[in-house]
């Protein structure tokens, strides 16, 4: 009897440790699928910053009149600047045809560079100007895009959100763009209101 319990008894525990092992290793497999999917597809999102920024109301309403005023500008610069030189032009070969006296030449030519002088400064003021302009609604927008993002993920759902230029291939559905699109509206929305209500 003592001979069949014995190895009864080894067989029993030989058994127990293979299963302790097999629940060892079911319990390893379960936790790094825990750890799989603690960091999995839906904690990461991306936001297409450049699309929100150009569709949000904020560069409807006000972004697009700036960048219009400062193409208007430019060109304003650009033509004023033609027609300095060209004036300048006109008054050398003047003087180089002999239609003209050196003291008068050199009269006008004085005059023209007044006009460049003056023309320099007020151009200089004024791009100082709206480079401030740009400067003040290129962080009022991105206020609006940080706070719309923080909102969105007030829960603490995502625990990574990047800008969309940076990515190479991602699915679609990791894109939070459009409502981020849509919470920069609401923020813009309430922001306009609350400076309404001040004035």
Not at 49 to 76: R, Y
Not at 91 to 120: F, M, P
Not at 176 to 193: F, M, S
Request: hydrophobic share 40%; net charge neutral; with cysteine.
């Amino acid at each position: 009897m003592k001979k069949i319990f014995f190895p009864m008894l080894a067989a029993a525990l030989v058994m127990t440790a293979c299963d302790s092992k097999t629940t060892e290793q079911t319990a390893g497999a379960a936790t790094q699928t825990e750890a799989a999917t603690t960091i999995g597809s839906g904690d990461i999102a991306y936001v297409q910053v450049e699309a929100v920024l150009a569709q949000c109301d904020l560069f409807l309403n006000e972004g697009k009149a700036l960048q219009e005023k400062t193409e208007k500008a430019q060109k304003s610069w650009a033509q004023r600047e033609q027609s300095l030189q060209a004036e300048a032009a006109q008054l050398q070969e003047k003087y180089q045809k002999g239609l003209i006296t050196t003291r008068d030449a050199q009269a006008q030519q004085e005059n023209i560079q007044k006009r460049v002088a003056s023309y320099q400064t007020n151009a200089q003021k004024e791009a100082q100007s709206l480079d401030e302009e740009n400067y003040v609604f290129t962080n009022r927008a991105q206020d609006l895009l940080n706070r719309a993002v923080k909102e969105i993920n007030a829960d603490k759902r995502y625990k990574l959100i990047i800008n969309a230029s940076a990515l190479i291939d991602a699915d679609t559905t990791l894109n939070i763009t459009p409502a981020v699109l849509k919470k920069v509206n609401e923020l813009y929305a309430a922001d306009k209101k609350a400076e309404k209500a001040k004035n």
